[in-house]
């Protein structure tokens, strides 16, 4: 058996699921652990099926415990020598890297991590495109506003700020600089760009970015934030924070045709290597 856990934001999810889904084409019995979410209070917790429809193969509590390395007692220690899930737990080895070891890999495991890398997601690209079908829209507003997005030439604006300001690992990369030279850049290269932003600060947005023919997304909240998503895949072409939320955003657009720009880097560390995240048809300002 193998275990993959899942926790985070929903950006962080899809990337589990695309690893989940990765492991599946190589093995039989693959199942999830999502019990950690009755105690996270970030973001919306576990959304896919909610949103997508997804209804995952859970892992038992009897099952967890097999894979359990704090519980010490001499039962479960027994019992994990027999199963042979004493040495099973593996967390991701290198954050944003890709180890292909793990698909050769018969024995029981348990994963944790973000598998935040395009070859994990590239064996699965078209079951994830089926997958990751949103639902329809419910609301005038959010209907109003697709059409807009599909008929205009428009460029979806990510911001992430608020829980990214002063972090020290993802704050600072995506600042009022790097969104003025991405600006500047679209409407330099896109003829007739319609700019649409969201983000968790949009008034920030709204005082920082005056210009004409701009869109401000400011509705999706709650358990209805996945609409901006949603949005911005609806979008013809897009600039994107280093989030995974946005990222997500920029690759269920499926047109050969779209623009992706992006910060030069995901991250404050410039020893760890990102091209897996950072792809290379993408606009790096």
């Known amino acids: 058996m193998k275990i993959v856990k899942f926790l985070g934001g929903l950006g962080n999810q899809l990337f589990q699921y695309a690893f989940f889904c990765a492991l599946r084409q190589k093995f039989r019995n693959v199942k999830t652990d999502l019990s950690e979410f009755s105690s996270y209070r970030l973001h919306n917790g576990y959304e896919l099926d909610r949103i997508f429809g997804l209804q995952l193969p859970r892992a038992s509590p009897f099952e967890r415990k097999l894979f359990d390395q704090q519980d010490r007692t001499w039962i479960q220690r027994k019992l994990r020598r027999l199963c042979g899930t004493k040495n099973a737990y593996q967390e991701e080895k290198v954050p944003f890297g890709y180890d292909g070891s793990v698909f050769e890999d018969p024995r029981h495991r348990y994963y944790w991590g973000y598998w935040q890398h395009i070859d994990y997601i590239k064996p699965v690209a078209d079951q994830l495109r089926v997958d990751f079908r949103f639902p ?55 003829p007739n760009p319609r700019f649409v932003f969201f983000s968790n600060d949009i008034t920030w947005c709204r005082e920082t970015f005056r210009m004409d023919n701009t869109l401000f997304v400011d509705w999706n909240t709650g358990t ?24 997500w955003g920029s690759w269920l657009n499926s047109s050969p045709s779209k623009q992706v720009i992006s910060p030069s880097n995901w991250i404050t560390n410039n020893h760890l290597d990102v091209s897996g995240i950072l792809l290379p048809d993408f606009i790096k300002m």
Not at 224 to 247: G, V
Request: hydrophobic fraction near 40%; include cysteine.
């Open 136 to 190: 329809a829209f419910t609301d005038q507003r959010n209907a109003a506003i697709a059409e807009t997005l599909t008929a205009e030439n428009t460029i979806s604006v990510h911001v992430r700020r608020g829980d990214y300001l002063g972090d020290p690992v993802l704050g600072g990369i995506c600042d009022e600089a790097y969104y003025n030279r991405a600006l500047a850049y679209a409407q330099r290269q896109l």
């Open 224 to 247: 209805e934030s996945f609409r901006d998503m949603q949005l911005m895949s609806l979008c013809k072409h897009h600039i994107i924070a280093n989030s995974s939320f946005s990222w």
